[in-house]
């Protein structure tokens, strides 16, 4: 029973490095979802993703950070020049619809980003 | 915009009780959907129950059940003979029909601490 596949689990990355987290979608999941968790605190949406599309980024921050799906391939969320404020936990969902049709959206087992 | 609220940051009981945790959600949709999540200490997001806003009925499910109530927008979560294992944080999310990937909103979660 494969769920929603993460990679990698922790990651640590100096200041100024780039980082990538890595989310495959369960099977016959078409649509991605990314959210952060700050320590001690909730889960925030970042963007929202299908194939090849970016549905909604209004909850990704301006700068250095971007999303992708590809047609063929994991989503990938990218983290340009990391900051201390970046450490989070980063938590990829699915979906086999959008939010629109009700779809329960389930999760990967998240991204522990420490940045140093 | 929706939004969703778990008044209680943090609650302790002992083992063998029971507990209810609140959640409140504003939406203009008349279709919607509410989701309860639990995310244990080793950190993953766990889905524990999809209603959708035309479904009042209650549900049960072992020691868990839940209480939808639309008339005041509550739809809230009991744990009976609560146990150790129980301890974690509960997020309730709610999902309008309308619109896109923003509009999955978690609450801020409640801190659940089962002591033996």
């Known amino acids: 029973n494969a769920g929603v596949m993460q990679n990698p689990r922790h990651l640590v990355r100096r200041r100024g490095q780039e980082a990538r987290l890595r989310c495959s979608p369960m099977k016959g999941h078409s649509h991605v979802y990314w959210y952060r968790q700050l320590p001690e605190e909730g889960l925030k949406f970042m963007v929202y993703?299908?194939?090849?599309?970016?549905?909604?980024e209004s909850g990704m921050p301006k700068e250095r950070f971007s999303a992708e799906f590809p047609k063929e391939g994991p989503s990938i969320l990218r983290i340009q020049q990391v900051v201390r404020g970046d450490s989070a936990a980063y938590f990829c969902?699915?979906?086999?619809?959008?939010?629109?049709?009700?779809?329960?959206?389930?999760f990967g087992e998240g991204s522990w980003l420490t940045v140093v | 915009a929706q939004k969703v609220t778990q008044a209680q940051t943090e609650i302790s009981v002992v083992e063998k009780e029971d507990v209810t945790l609140d959640c409140v959600y504003e939406t203009r949709d008349t279709t919607y959907y509410l989701f309860w999540y639990k995310q244990p200490p080793s950190g993953e997001l766990v889905f524990l129950i999809r209603?959708?806003?035309?479904?009042?009925q209650n549900e049960i499910s072992g020691r868990y059940s839940w209480n939808f109530q639309k008339s005041t927008s509550s739809f809230n979560f009991t744990i009976t003979a609560s146990q150790v294992v129980d301890s974690a944080v509960y997020f309730c999310a709610l999902s309008e029909a309308s619109g896109y990937g923003q509009n999955f909103v978690f609450g801020p979660g409640t801190r659940l601490s089962v002591l033996p």
């Open positions: 993703l299908q194939k090849e599309n970016i549905i909604d």
């Open positions: 209603r959708n806003s035309f479904d009042e």
């Open positions: 969902a699915s979906s086999p619809a959008g939010p629109i049709s009700g779809n329960t959206i389930y």
